[in-house]
Structures are given as structure tokens and as C-alpha cells.
């Protein structure tokens, strides 16, 4: 979930290193709130005929609809208010640590 947080202008180095990865499984429901939408698997390929070869493309109509409420959620927020409600999430969850780091019957870590 902490790549999420690649949407924010700065990043720990540790992040920064899933931008040179070949693939990944992302969950933008999750980050963003959204129920309705899937997970999304990004790939880099050389060879278009590859990925087609793997069953990661397809032209089947229904296929692709899959992905209609993730676009249509992402056109509706836009980029700014993406960075918006992961900036929101990450202050929420700092918020709740502070909290719970005032409490002596709970342990961080």
C-alpha cells in the first residue's frame, strides 16, 4: 500500500526503488476508497507479442469493461484529488499512531 504514496511529490528511497520493477499488482480501491474497484496489474514488456502470448492483453469487449469503473473513478478525481486522498489517508494514519503512541497499555512498533 506505501505505493501509493509514489502519487506525492517526494518519497523514501526504498519506494522509489518499485519505479524500476518489471511488474506489480496495484489496489487503487483501497488507496482511494473505492469498493467497485479491481486490482490492476502495470507491466513493462519489449515484445507486445509476449504479453499477448501470457494472456495479460486481451480484445474481448467484457475484458475490458472490467476496467470501466477504475477509469471512471480516476477521470472523476483527477490527479489532484488523488494526491489529495493519499495525502488525507497518510495524515489519518499518522494522526491514529500519534494517539496510540499516547497510550501506555499499547506498544508501537
Do not use: C, F
Not at 528511497?13 to 474497484?37: C, E, K, Y
Request: avoid cysteine; glycine fraction near 6%; hydrophobic fraction near 45%.
Amino acid at each position: 500500500v506505501n505505493l501509493a504514496t509514489l502519487a506525492l511529490g517526494q518519497a523514501s528511497s526504498a519506494i522509489m526503488a518499485a519505479t524500476r520493477t518489471d511488474s506489480m499488482t496495484l489496489t487503487p480501491g483501497q488507496w482511494l476508497g473505492l469498493p467497485a474497484v479491481t486490482a490492476v496489474t502495470l507491466y513493462r514488456h519489449e515484445d507486445p507479442a509476449m504479453s499477448l502470448a501470457a494472456g495479460m492483453t486481451s480484445s474481448q469487449p467484457v475484458a475490458r469493461l472490467r476496467a470501466l469503473p477504475l477509469w471512471l473513478s480516476l477521470q472523476h478525481l483527477g490527479h489532484d484529488g488523488i494526491v489529495h486522498k493519499i495525502r488525507h489517508a497518510t495524515a489519518l494514519s499518522q494522526h491514529l499512531l500519534q494517539r496510540l503512541k499516547a497510550l501506555t497499555s499499547i506498544k508501537t512498533s
